[in-house]
Structure formats: C-alpha cells, structure tokens
C-alpha cells in the first residue's frame, strides 16, 4: 500500500493557515488531513491516523515541508 504522509506550512489560501497534515492513499480511497498547532502535533496526528488504518506508523516517510520547500523549486 502507497501511503503518502506530509506535515505542511499553510501560509495562503482559504481555510485555516498555519501547520497541517495530509494522509493519502489511492489504492485505498483514503485521503484525510487537518489543521494542527505544532509540526510536532501534526506529526502525532498522522501517526494516530495511519494506526487508525491498520498501517505501521514507523514504515511510513514524513515529509516535512515548510515555507524554505517553495523556495527551493
């Protein structure tokens, strides 16, 4: 299963800025996220929620990205 887990800075837009996390996979139809305070929060959120879908926490890559990532490309 192709899990993709990111904790991202939300600087623009609608909806709430700020930290976030995302939790995707397509073979499963799973595609969930929300606003955290911390990265730090974020990060144990996507852990809860990749436990939540049978998935081992500690197989799956964080990507971290933050304002420097845009800057980047």
Request: with cysteine; glycine share 10%.
């Amino acid at each position: 299963m192709a899990w993709h887990a990111i904790v991202f800075w939300k600087s623009a837009g609608s909806g709430p800025l700020g930290w976030h996390w995302r939790l995707t996979n397509a073979e499963l139809g799973v595609e969930e996220g929300a606003p955290a305070d911390s990265v730090e929060q974020a990060a144990a959120a996507l852990r809860a929620a990749l436990q939540r879908h049978g998935a081992a926490p500690e197989a799956v890559p964080v990507e971290i990205w933050d304002e420097g990532v845009w800057e980047k490309c």
